[in-house]
Structure formats: structure tokens, C-alpha cells
């Protein structure tokens, strides 16, 4: 897939690194949709964590995004939408902002 203009600079402003966030009650597909919409959009997991605790769900991954086709807020966007559809909360924050957000 061919990265828009668009997508090409805002990328070149920013780090490669996102860390994305799914919290919620454990359903069928959580994994699977959140991974093929990331793989779709030219981004790359670098690492996964995931529990399961009772019947919540709880996944954090880093990804990078510098192949991704598409801007920031729209993969953002997209993935809270993916998570809305199968009834969890899912985040992208860009790393330097997370890092700063989780500063003591």
C-alpha cells in the first residue's frame, strides 16, 4: 500500500512509535480485529502484552506506524470505532505522549 501525501508528512513530523490500548469485557475477536485493521493500515506490532482477568480484557501493545498508509487521527479514530463495534475502549496515543502523560 502507498502512503498518501498527506499521511507522508504528518509521519515525518512525529516519532514512529504509538502505544494502543484495548480495556474492556472479553469477547471473540477483540485480538484479531484490532490486528488485521493495524496489519491493513501498514503498521507494525512490535510488542503485546494481554491478560485476562474474570471477564475483562486488557491489551497494550507498542506499534510502529512509520509504513502506515494512513495519518494518525484517522488510525486513531478507526481503531476507537473497531473497539465501539465489538463493545471494548480502544486508544492510540503517540508514545512521546503517553511517556509524558505517565511521567511521576
Known amino acids: ?6 499521511a507522508t508528512a504528518e509521519w515525518g513530523r ?14 471473540i475477536g477483540i485480538l484479531a480485529k484490532t490486528c488485521t ?7 507494525n506490532i512490535l510488542d503485546i502484552s494481554q491478560t485476562i482477568v474474570q471477564d475483562y480484557f486488557n ?6 506506524v512509520k509504513g502506515a498508509v494512513k495519518p494518525f487521527a484517522t488510525l486513531a479514530s478507526d481503531l476507537a470505532a473497531i473497539g465501539e ?4 475502549q480502544i486508544k492510540c496515543q503517540r508514545e512521546e505522549i503517553f511517556d509524558k502523560m505517565h511521567r511521576i
Not at 1 to 6: E, F
Not at 14 to 27: E, L, N, Q, R, S
Not at 37 to 43: D, F, K, M, P, Q
Not at 85 to 88: A, F
Open 59 to 64: 491489551m497494550m501493545m507498542i506499534a510502529d
Open 1 to 6: 500500500m502507498a502512503r498518501s501525501a498527506d
Open 14 to 27: 512525529c516519532m514512529d512509535k504509538v502505544v494502543i490500548t484495548v480495556v474492556g469485557k472479553d469477547t
Open 85 to 88: 463495534g465489538i463493545g471494548v
Open 37 to 43: 485493521y493495524l496489519a491493513e493500515s501498514g503498521v
